[in-house]
């Protein structure tokens, strides 16, 4: 069995202890160790010392993660982010705003999309924090509806993006009340006009609309060359025509040609154009047809001249000038 450790204090500082053969002696008190200084960041314990003696290595303390706990109270509304203004650049922000409240925001930049800089606490010190850009990715394009409404007054819709469309929906009103008669009609200030059909003229009436038509003319094409003309009408057509009181006419290298004689187997057109004339002579005769055309200049002996109030002794223009020139005494 072991023998008891026995322990006397002889002089300060100085202690014996003996166990058996064996003594414990406590010399003088030495010189202060090194202080070490724990930290633990993210879980990492690490040491410093201010003997500049080397430290242990890091070590993670992280322990496994506990149960989640319970959720906190619902904290006050904040104030929200309100942009007070707009400077083109940081420094110009820093000399206008020199006594900036915590939260502060302004957009920073000469053209948007602008940084946003809030004054706040970065490091333990007041300033500027730059925000980054307010703006974010490009959206994907929307759905075009496109409104259609039908003559009983519903309204529908389609879209080019294939999703669903609002229901129809009605959006005519109820019934509007009559409308009171409307004055008469007036023409010229006439309010009642009676139509009477005149020579070569028809009228037809179809509810309230009238339509008056030309019963038009006879027009006898005359076509072909020198020799060989030709008439699309026969005497006996052109005589039935003008017996009925229409209008009969020639029509001849353009021009339409007055009728001057026309009976069941002669018809004569003669017509003048500026300073020519024309004449169509179409003559029927034991079945036959035979059409003839005369086309040139106008003689001033064949133009009739009236002298009544010339004093100018003349039947003719060509014999009126001739006589002026006289007595111009250019002849």
């Known amino acids: 069995m072991n023998e008891a450790l026995t322990a006397e204090l002889r002089t300060p500082g100085t202690l014996e202890a003996g166990a058996g053969q064996a003594k ?117 394009d929307g759905t075009t509806f496109t409104p259609s409404l039908s003559e009983d007054g519903l309204l529908s819709w389609t879209n080019d993006g294939g999703k669903p469309n609002p229901s129809p929906v009605s959006v005519r009103g109820p019934q509007g009340a009559p409308g009171q008669d409307g004055a008469p009609a007036s023409i010229n200030g006439v309010n009642a006009l009676t139509l009477a059909a005149g020579q070569n003229v028809e009228i037809e009436q179809d509810g309230s609309t009238v339509t008056l038509s030309a019963t038009g003319a006879l027009i006898v094409t005359v076509s072909g060359s020198a020799g060989s003309y030709t008439a699309d009408k026969t005497c006996e057509q052109m005589y039935a025509a003008r017996q009925a009181g229409m209008p009969v006419f020639a029509l001849w290298q353009g021009e339409y040609l007055m009728p001057y004689c026309i009976e069941q187997n002669l018809a004569y057109f003669t017509c003048a154009f500026e300073d020519t004339r024309g004449t169509v002579k179409i003559e029927q005769q034991g079945g036959y047809t035979s059409v003839s055309c005369e086309q040139g200049g106008i003689p001033a002996s064949g133009i009739t001249y009236d002298n009544s109030e010339t004093g100018l002794n003349a039947d003719n223009v060509q014999d009126a000038i001739y006589q002026i020139l006289s007595y111009l005494g250019m002849v």
């Open 24 to 140: 414990l002696l406590q010399g003088p008190r030495g010189e202060p160790g090194a202080v070490y200084v724990p930290s633990v960041t993210d879980g990492v314990i690490s040491w410093t010392n201010d003997a500049g003696l080397e430290n242990p290595a890091p070590a993670d303390i992280t322990g496994p993660s506990g149960p989640q706990g319970p959720a906190g109270p619902r904290g006050e509304t904040g104030a929200g982010l309100k942009v007070l203004g707009q400077y083109p650049s940081l420094a110009e922000l820093q000399a206008a705003v020199s006594q900036p409240e915590p939260g502060d925001s302004y957009y920073v930049g000469a053209a948007a999309p602008y940084d946003i800089y809030t004054w706040g606490s970065s490091g333990g010190v007041q300033q500027w924090i730059n925000g980054g850009v307010l703006q974010g990715p490009q959206g994907a």
